[in-house]
Every structure is written in structure tokens, then in C-alpha cells.
């Protein structure tokens, strides 16, 4: 079983380069909506067996065209959203970003204590997220062992899952190594874990 971890498509909030992880958050730009469309292509040749989502409409909105491609439904998943920015919601200033790279970068170093001012602490991240994914897994484990299986959601989300997740992503990857708009981690099942084999492209 593969799983691809999808960040969703260029939204508005993205344009504006604003902190906003509440949801159901901002729709897709123009540029989004064709990004989304070009996805459909991307899968071609792939056995996708399911396309999921967040909750948050950038996903919802990225993941439609591949489903509606493949006849299939876009499944929402709780669990998957975005690293929530708290008090920081809705800020794009130097100080609010400064803030809130300094409280995930422990996070990636296995310190999960820390939490986002009035938001979230890296273990309730961590807890949220492994848990959906397992959830994701047993659900496709025995009807879809060697299908792929899509997931679009959050570029922090993904990476910080994608450590905790697998045996060969260091924490260098998943601080420094900023997803674009639609680009994929994809995950490999292995006996009790998962392993990365592609990060944005290059094989790992």
C-alpha cells in the first residue's frame, strides 16, 4: 500500500502569505483550481483506491477533480488539518511567523511539549494525526493492500507526520524542507510502520 500525502492546491491565504488554519479556511485561487485539475494527470497509471481530505475547503476543493476523475468520492478526514496557529490566527507579520516556526521546530527535534500561543502542543498534533493515519490504514489493509491511497491536506501537517510516521525521515527534512502547492510525500506500508519513498519528487 502506498499513501500519497498531498499538500492542497495555492489558496487565497497562501497569496497573502496570512497564517489561516482555522477551518473551514479559504477556498483555491484561480492558479489553485488549475494546480487541482492538473493532479488528475499525475495519478494516471496509478490504482488509487480512495481519495481523502481535511476538513478545510483548500483540501476538499484540491482533492475534487482526481476523485471526480476516477469516479469516486472525496472522503474528509478528521485529525488531518492543519498545525492550528491559535492566537496567531490571521497574522502574516514577521514577529506571528517568527513565533510560530520557533514553537514547531522542537516538535521536529522530539520535544512535543510546546504549544502554538492559545493553540495546540506538538503531542496533540502528533496524537491527532498518527491516529487518522492508522485509522486510514486498517480501513484499506486488507480490501486494498497494494492500492494507492490519496490524502490532501496541510504542508506543516504532512511534514511533521511524515517524521513521526516513517523510519527514514530526519528531522533536517521535515524542519527545512517546505512543501509547494500540490506536491506529494509518498509513504510505503512496511510490517509495523511506514517508509518514505519520495519526498516532493526526489526518491528517498
Known amino acids: ?15 497573502r502569505q496570512v497564517l489561516d488554519t482555522a477551518l ?7 492558479l489553485g483550481h488549475e494546480q ?13 483506491a480512495a481519495v481523502y481530505a481535511s476538513y478545510a475547503t483548500r483540501a476538499r476543493e484540491t482533492a475534487a477533480p482526481l476523485a471526480a476523475s476516477l469516479g469516486l468520492d ?24 517568527a513565533t510560530y516556526l520557533a514553537v514547531v521546530h522542537p516538535w ?9 500561543p492559545g493553540g495546540e502542543s506538538g503531542e496533540q498534533v502528533r496524537s491527532r494525526y498518527l491516529a487518522a ?13 497494494a492500492g494507492d491511497i490519496v490524502l490532501v491536506s496541510h504542508g506543516g501537517a504532512i511534514r511533521l507526520g511524515a517524521e513521526w510516521l516513517c523510519d527514514n525521515v530526519r528531522s533536517e527534512v521535515a524542519d ?4 509547494a502547492n500540490t506536491a506529494r510525500v509518498v509513504l510505503e506500508s512496511r510490517p ?5 519513498v519520495s519526498w516532493a519528487g526526489t526518491p528517498m
Open 1 to 15: 500500500m502506498r499513501l500519497h500525502l498531498v499538500r492542497h492546491a495555492q489558496s487565497t491565504a497562501n497569496v
Open 24 to 30: 473551514p479556511g479559504p477556498p483555491l485561487t484561480e
Open 36 to 48: 487541482a485539475g492538473a493532479l488528475v494527470q499525475a495519478f494516471d497509471g496509478h490504482d488509487v
Open 74 to 97: 472525496v472522503r474528509l478526514v478528521e485529525g488531518v488539518h492543519e498545525v492550528q496557529a491559535g492566537d496567531l490566527e490571521g497574522r502574516n507579520d514577521e514577529e506571528a511567523i
Open 108 to 116: 521536529t527535534q522530539g520535544d512535543l511539549s510546546g504549544s502554538m
Open 133 to 145: 493515519v492508522a485509522d486510514l490504514r486498517a480501513k484499506h489493509e486488507e480490501a486494498d493492500p
Open 176 to 179: 527545512h524542507e517546505l512543501l
Open 192 to 196: 509495523g510502520g511506514w517508509h518514505c
